[in-house]
Every structure is written in C-alpha cells, then in structure tokens.
C-alpha cells in the first residue's frame, strides 16, 4: 500500500516547525516537513545579520502566543537554538533540499511533486516565506554589474562606497552593519524611517548624526548603468553617482506562480484563506509570513501552526 503521510509541510521556518510540533503534540505522528535549503530557517539564516534582536512582539505588534511553544525575545542565534531544540527530539521527519514544484489535488489527499518524484499527504500546509523570493527594482540590472548588486549582506567587502536601498528595518541594519568598514549611503523613496522598529530608528538616527551614514531620503532611482567598473546611478532628479556596491532591501514577494498551479487564489498579492487559514482548496493551508501584510513576526507564525493543527485535528 503506497505510503501517505497525514500532514506534509512545506517549509521549516517557524510556521512550518509549528505545525508540525503542535500537530504531533494533538497525536498526529505521520508528519513531514519538506525545506528547499540545507537547514530549517533559511531565512532567518540568509537575512538577519548575525546578533540581529529578534522580538517576540515584531514591530510593537503584541502577539499572545496560543500554542504550546514558548517563544522569548532573542538574538538571530538564540531563536535558531531555540528551533533547533524544537527539532532534536527527532520525532518529525525533516527532509531538507527538497523543492516542492506544484501540489496536486487527489482522491482522499494531496500529491506534492519534489525533483526526482513525489510524496502523498492528506493534508498540506504552505508556510514558505516571502524573503525567499526578494523584491527586485523595476529598472534593469546590467549584466556587467550584477556581481556587485545584491540582496544580503553576503559578498560585501570593506572599504567600499556602498548604498542601501530601501527603509525597513532589514535596509537600516544593513546600513548601521557596513557604515563600520564602509562609506555607506542610504537610500530611500520616503522622508523618514517609520516603518522600521524603534531600535532601528534610533540606530539609523545615531548613525546619520555621527555622520557615518548619509541619508538620501524622498529619493528614487530610476536606471543603473556600468561605468569604470563602478555601479552608476541615475537618480529621478537627473543626479547620478557612482557606487562599488548596492544592497537592496525591498522586501519580498508572494510565489504567485507557485500558489496558481497548486490551485490557491491570491487577492492583494496574498493567498486567500478562512479563519483556520485554510485555502480554496479543501485541506491546503497556508500559515506564517506568506499570508502577511509586510511578514516578519515569528509569534504570529507560531499561532498560525497552532490554528492549523487544531482544525486538522478536528476535521
């Protein structure tokens, strides 16, 4: 007889670890969780720079957690110990580099096609994130230059003239994290900084006084070009200027392809779902940042599998 899970999860950052724990916890034991990179938390792994705070209450958004997981406020490092914990007793099955293409609907169930074959659940949750899949600018990246554009701090360097592009907490971290080793610029569509946490406005508020950052605020870029090995900007205001690296933080995209062959509407760029946070589709549930406004908060992720499990559990 073919082998069918009862929860197959998609994505193992804090929605998808607790679906699963919270599921197991209900009595579920045939649970898998299925992460397309080497380790559960890709993202927070990816963009959070090391030390990064990492609050319960993300934003000022005061989240009571539900579930049976306690999550405290942390740095980027505590919170990956903290799931690794999660994970150690080794009682779900986590199968990491494993891509999840489409998910079908069948008779009783779901197929969830992975490279090389497939996997049958009668229930799947989606719990992918947006920052796997960052923003990128409307305006044209020259091939020339693309090794000096990027979306995470990864291959930046030290005495470099880098700006940042974008206004959120990640863009301001980024910022505050170069302006140490680096002439570093700011640059953001907005006047001010308030979409960001209080921290990161204080920080970006010390580092422009001290001079260390330079904001280019109410400012947008409309081109990049290559000149002298060095990244060209051109401004809307007709300025330009040249950089040796940009990092944009522009925040992250809803996988809508992905969502559209496995069968889930979108509205407003987020998947639609009911108060369980279940799809269009009967027993396909979506859970964590994907179903967020902006994403981000880890406590309402974890509130998320919790809901989650307890409607499977009832159904």
């Not at 007889?1 to 929605?15: L, N, S």
């Not at 470099?160 to 301001?172: F, H, N, R, T, Y």
């Not at 010390?206 to 400012?219: D, F, I, Y």
């Not at 406004?293 to 406590?299: H, K, N």
Request: proline share 3%; glycine share 10%; charged share 25%.
């Amino acid at each position: 007889m073919e082998h069918r899970y009862q929860v197959a999860i998609i994505g193992a950052g804090p929605a998808g670890i607790a679906t699963a724990i919270e599921s197991y916890v209900l009595g579920m034991r045939d649970i898998i969780l299925l992460e397309k990179d080497e380790n559960h938390n890709a993202t927070i792994r990816k963009f959070y720079k090391d030390n990064k705070r990492v609050d319960k209450d993300w934003k000022g958004q005061k989240v009571e957690l539900d579930g049976t997981i306690y999550f405290m406020d942390g740095t980027k490092e505590s919170t990956l110990d903290f799931f690794d914990q999660l994970l150690d007793n080794e009682v779900l099955e986590l199968k990491t580099h494993t891509e999840v293409q489409k998910i079908v609907k069948i008779e009783g169930g779901f197929e969830v096609f992975i490279g090389g074959g497939s996997i049958k659940a009668s229930y799947v949750v989606v719990t992918i994130g947006r920052m796997g899949k960052p923003n990128k600018p409307d305006y044209k990246i020259p091939p020339s230059i693309k090794s000096q554009i990027h979306f995470t701090l990864d291959g930046c360097s030290q005495g470099e003239k880098v700006m940042v592009v974008g206004g959120g907490d990640s863009a301001i971290e980024y910022a505050v994290e170069l302006c140490d080793r680096n002439e570093v610029s700011i640059c953001y569509r907005r006047g001010t900084f308030r979409r960001a946490n209080p921290t990161n406005q204080a920080d970006i508020e010390k580092a422009v006084a001290e001079g260390a950052v330079r904001p280019l605020l109410n400012t947008e870029i409309t081109e990049l070009e290559s000149e002298s090995g060095k990244v060209k900007v051109i401004f809307s205001d007709g300025t330009t200027e040249l950089f040796d690296r940009l990092v944009y933080a522009i925040g992250g995209t809803t996988p809508s392809g992905f969502l559209q062959s496995s069968g889930i509407r979108e509205e407003d760029g987020k998947p639609v779902h009911d108060e369980n946070y279940q799809t269009n589709v009967a027993g396909l549930f979506v859970a964590g940042d994907i179903t967020q406004e902006s994403g981000g908060s880890i406590a309402l992720g974890l509130n998320h599998g919790f809901a989650i499990a307890n409607y499977i559990q009832s159904l």
